[in-house]
């Protein structure tokens, strides 16, 4: 049986100030990304970092569950990937109204609460992007809109909240968001797809440390850099992302030894496996 819909009646579903949404929408599908219409899944993603690398990480996926599950693979599916930016949050209407299996890949941007006095002297909270340790909050919109009915601004610590969250709650019927988390056997709790990456790949971003440097893609750095905050590593180190990207990709050896090779970070992983099923 074949449904019909007509795309000018998505605009219902963009309530009062969202309607502005909804025109942004229509604007890049019509510039951008039309096929996202004929696509049976997506992967929304925010910028060049995950556009290089998410056929790689995709396929290491699909190898990884290979042996384990009985589904098709991801690089085998009519899947779309799309790059939204911070956006990701202004397609959910569409992608309810096309019920299309989605997957938002996105950085939980950790902010900290600070109590500040205006020049009119009225006491003002402003948020500053921070170490993860010190996070109090998320600065991610498309978070924030994804848990707004969740309660999540009533909770003492929505950062501590958002991080301690279940996969099961992650899901909001066809859609499924994804964002930094510790390593199941790890502790450190990153802010973004570089640190997560570096924190898991210390090994491998050190076996090819003159190559990073030579490539482009990091700064030079001693050994000592990155032995715990990586954070600040990847804030003061990552060179140009896209190069960093990119220089994964040539450096990667599947077949080599533990250091050769590089992993897809958990909360990638675990999303790609919830869009992997059918």
Known sequence: MIYTKSFNSLISQYDGDEQEGFRFVKKYLTINRSELFFADKVICIEGDTERILMPMMMHKIDKKAHSSRNVIPLLSQNISIIEVGAYSHLFMPLFSFL???????????????????????????????????????????????????????????????????????????????????PEPDGTYQASSFEDAFISLNKNFILKHQDGLNAYGALKNFKDEDISSDYYNFALNKVAKKSSFASSLLYFDNEVGTNDETWLVPHYIEEGLLWLQLI
């Open 99 to 181: 019920g299309t299996k989605v997957l938002l890949i996105t950085d939980i941007d950790s902010v900290k609460a600070e109590k500040k006095i205006d020049e009119k002297g009225v006491e003002k909270t402003v948020y500053k992007s921070c170490h993860p340790d010190e996070g109090t909050h998320t600065s991610n919109a498309s978070i924030k809109h994804f848990f707004k009915d969740a309660g999540l601004d009533n909770t003492t610590n929505p950062f501590k909240s958002l991080v301690e969250k279940l996969p099961d709650d992650k899901i909001k019927d066809n859609i499924r968001i994804a964002y930094q988390i």
